[in-house]
């Protein structure tokens, strides 16, 4: 399922937003997770809107990659928590309990979902992947 358009996640896939701002990541450049292996803050003269949030960079080389593929940067299930949607529910992730596996962006509510998380990705990626569907058709009812 790696080169599906699920896996590298859909341009309109439904992103988590701070409803004040419309601030992807709450600010933090989402193309340092893997450039820096950790977050980033973002600075509002380098912004880009894609799928219905303002993503902030820390330079324009991570603006530029991110403008040429946000299917890769972009947090997976749109930055929901994985474990959560394993289970069938949707809890947002928080920008600063993070994992890079398998080439995409995860988001976790709290260190102890990363923590399950990285205990087993491989489960919790393919039970997330088919949870989502059903679990991303609830999101704002």
């Not at 749109?78 to 920008?95: K, L, M, N, Q």
């Not at 309990?97 to 087993?120: C, H, I, K, M, P």
Request: proline share 9%; hydrophobic share 35%; aromatic share 12%.
């Amino acid at each position: 399922m790696a080169g599906s358009a699920a896996a590298q996640g859909a341009p309109d896939e439904r992103t988590i937003t701070n409803p004040n701002s419309g601030l992807g990541l709450s600010g933090f450049d989402p193309v340092a997770y893997f450039t820096d292996s950790k977050p980033r803050m973002g600075v509002p003269e380098l912004e880009f809107m894609k799928s219905g949030a303002v993503w902030r960079f820390a330079n324009e080389g991570n603006r530029s990659a991110f403008v040429d593929n946000p299917g890769v940067y972009m947090p997976r299930f749109g930055g929901y928590d994985p474990v959560a949607i394993a289970r069938g529910t949707s809890v947002p992730g928080h920008p600063l309990f993070w994992s890079v596996t398998s080439g995409r962006l995860y988001l976790f509510y709290d260190e102890a979902a990363r923590t399950a998380f990285n205990g087993d990705p491989g489960r919790y990626i393919e039970t997330a992947e088919r949870k989502w569907p059903d679990v991303a058709r609830t999101l704002g009812q």
